[in-house]
């Protein structure tokens, strides 16, 4: 350590002499300097400095009209829907003169179709009037035809029988076997009644039964009475419908039958 510090303190003593100047023939002698002075620069030319470019103006911006959020609406009625049609385009005048009369002729041959239809309700109308009061006055044409009808039932001899099959509460059927002349050429009928709910299906048979038998008979017939063991005169006159009906009541239903 010692030798260490010894060292430390001679190279420190060396380094803090002043340098010795080393001048060629004169020992000691003045230091000389001269000063230069360094050539002044060509003064650069000025440049003249860019002016800053004015600040462009940006133009302010259009408010951006959002559109609305869309709301859902209720379907149009049916009022709405015709209020907002478009009215119908007028005719144009280049278009030839048959295309825009077709609107017209369509309005006239409704009207004449309509015409026809109330004629021909009319004439109807009046064929049936014409024919109910035929039915409530008839004429002497009509009473004379009547009659000699009723004359060829008569002289053909129509006959029947009539017979019950099944008779409900509501429902009944019965048979009738018609002939003329000829029993061996005779047809049969099956007949259903419907008395309807809370009906009497008694007189429901007895009703069906008359309305067959004036379709051969308007006036007097014999009726071969099973009940009273003989034959009896009848009328289908519409005058005499209520004692048919008793009597028919009777025949088949009461007393025994």
């Not at 303190?9 to 803090?16: E, T």
């Not at 039915?135 to 009723?150: G, M, R, T, V, Y």
């Not at 019950?164 to 049969?188: C, E, H, L, M």
């Not at 007189?203 to 014999?222: C, E, P, Q, T």
């Amino acid at each position: 350590m010692l030798i260490h510090a010894g060292l430390f303190m001679v190279l420190r003593a060396k380094l803090n002499e002043p340098p010795k100047l080393d001048t060629q023939g004169k020992p000691d002698a003045p230091l000389q300097v001269t000063f230069i002075t360094p050539p002044t620069p060509a003064p650069k030319p000025d440049v003249p400095k860019a002016e800053p470019a004015p600040p462009k103006k940006t133009p302010p911006k259009k408010p951006v009209a959002k559109a609305a959020p869309k709301r859902s609406t209720p379907p149009p009625s049916s009022a709405a829907v015709a209020r907002s049609a478009p009215a119908p385009a007028a005719p144009d005048g280049n278009l030839p003169p048959s295309a825009q009369a077709a609107p017209e002729m369509d309005f006239s041959s409704m009207i004449n179709r309509n015409r026809e239809r109330r004629q021909a309700l009319e004439q109807s109308a009046a064929e049936e009037n014409a024919a109910a009061r035929a039915a409530e006055n008839p004429s002497a044409n009509d009473i004379a035809k009547a009659n000699i009808a009723f004359q060829e039932r008569r002289g053909r001899g129509t006959n029947g029988v009539f017979e019950i099959v099944s008779k409900g509460p509501r429902v009944a059927q019965y048979s009738f076997r018609g002939w003329t002349n000829d029993q061996r050429r005779s047809q049969k009928q099956m007949i259903e009644v419907d008395a309807g709910p809370g009906g009497n299906v008694e007189k429901a048979i007895v009703d069906s039964m008359i309305a067959l038998i004036r379709k051969y008979y308007s006036g007097d017939f014999n009726w071969d009475s099973q009940r009273l063991g003989r034959v009896v005169v009848l009328s289908a006159r519409l005058s005499d419908t209520k004692g048919l009906q008793s009597f028919l009541m009777d025949e088949f239903f009461r007393n025994g039958g």
